[in-house]
């Protein structure tokens, strides 16, 4: 069926950067949406970016745009996420999912529209 492993979580302080990694086995995601989540304590999780794939078109919640850029390389079955200029705000789990279905022409934003899912990866930024 297909698993989904991030990676590159850590503490970092303020302003820092991080690159996640999510990186299929199993199966190709090449032809799906995929796209980043976070979940921060006592909150519900929440869109952060998604990828297309055709040919790669981007989208991103207002709170990170400007910061975080989202890649694939299909070639490596993996995606990327890079965070610049963390901000406290930004610590959460972070979990990489996959749309339900291939070819899908819109990007969703609610998690319901995504049918595989990471183990996620602790992001944790410091003031």
């Known amino acids: 069926q297909g698993q989904l492993v991030e990676s590159g979580g850590g503490l970092v302080q303020a302003g820092a950067s991080l690159r996640l990694s999510c990186t299929a086995f199993g199966r190709t995601f090449s032809n799906y949406v995929m796209s980043w989540f976070r979940q921060a304590p006592g909150k519900e999780r929440e869109f952060v970016a998604a990828i297309s794939w055709y040919p790669s078109t981007t989208y991103y919640a207002d709170s990170v745009k400007g910061r975080f850029t989202i890649s694939r390389d299909n070639a490596k079955n993996t995606v990327y996420l890079q965070m610049n200029s963390l901000i406290p705000e930004d610590t959460a789990v972070y979990y990489c999912?996959?749309?339900?279905?291939?070819?899908?022409?819109?990007?969703?934003?609610?998690?319901?529209?995504?049918?595989?899912w990471g183990q996620g990866t602790q992001v944790t930024v410091s003031s």
């Open positions: 999912a996959a749309a339900s279905r291939p070819f899908e022409r819109s990007i969703a934003v609610t998690s319901d529209q995504y049918g595989y």
